[in-house]
């Protein structure tokens, strides 16, 4: 099984403040920062900071919720911004990837991710790519480029193993209006936003096949891909035409 998540951020001191990750706090940090916001601070003007037993806390609290979710033998996607330690070395990059039971666990580089310090710590890393998954689950996901790479997953990509009911995912760590196929029912995963785009998206381009995976807003754990396959595929009739080879409307 895939799962998919986003913006863990472990380890990052202030995306508790900009995050308003409150459920994560001691009693004493949850009271001065609610306290700050009765004020009129908004978190962005704070110089307050929780301290480290709150950081410790999400940190803890974000892997367990993916132990409790993602087996040893299933796939997590991780649609960027890992981590971001106090420390930044590559120890504490470690610490946090081997506290993660999933053995395939996949990064698509956010803005936050360090590079260097994360270099080798997954199975893979991409900048952005085009998944081919069965929502079965009986065969493996597999890139658009790895597919490339045999005979038999060039046929795959010419539409027989399509047609046997894939999904293709497209996954990024940011949010795009239109994706390669997006009007081929193409699904998007992606973060970045912490679900502050969500509303306007939905306001302005309800029936888009695209969803934000970030832990804000999954109740801070990873979403399975069954539950990404069930909502967009309820949306995928509706998706408006707007590539430039189909009907537009006699407007």
């Known amino acids: 099984m895939d799962y998919f998540t986003a913006d863990l951020h472990l380890g990052h001191t202030k ?17 001065a920062f609610e306290d700050l916001l009765a004020s009129g601070v908004s978190p962005r003007e704070m110089d307050w900071k929780p301290s480290a037993a709150s950081v410790s806390r999400m940190d803890e609290a974000l892997i367990e919720r993916i132990n409790a979710t993602v087996n040893p033998g299933d796939t997590l996607w991780v649609l960027g911004d890992f981590a971001r330690p106090r420390s930044g070395t590559s120890s504490a990059y470690r ?30 890393t991409y900048e952005s790519a085009m998944l081919f998954v069965d929502p079965s689950g009986r ?45 081929r029912r193409v699904f998007h995963l992606y973060g970045h936003t912490h679900g502050n785009l969500e509303a306007w998206r939905e306001a302005h381009m309800p029936y888009a096949l695209a969803m934000d995976v970030g832990v804000d807003l999954w109740g801070y754990a990873p979403v399975s891909f069954a539950d990404v396959d069930r909502v967009l595929s309820a949306k995928a009739d509706r998706c408006p035409p707007h590539a430039i080879d189909q009907p537009m409307g006699d407007d």
Do not use: Q
Not at 15 to 31: K, L, N, Q
């Open 15 to 31: 995306i508790m403040v900009y995050g308003r990750r409150v459920g994560f706090m001691t009693g004493p940090d949850r009271r």
């Open 95 to 124: 610490r946090y990837r081997d506290a993660i039971r999933c053995r395939d666990v996949r990064l698509v580089w956010g803005n936050h991710d360090n590079r260097h310090r994360a270099s080798g710590l997954f199975e893979r």
């Open 139 to 183: 065969e493996p996901t597999r890139t658009e480029d790895e597919l490339f790479a045999s005979k038999a997953g060039r046929a795959v990509l010419s539409g027989s193993g399509w047609a046997g009911g894939r999904r293709r995912v497209f996954v990024s760590h940011y949010c795009h209006a239109v994706w390669h196929h997006s009007h």
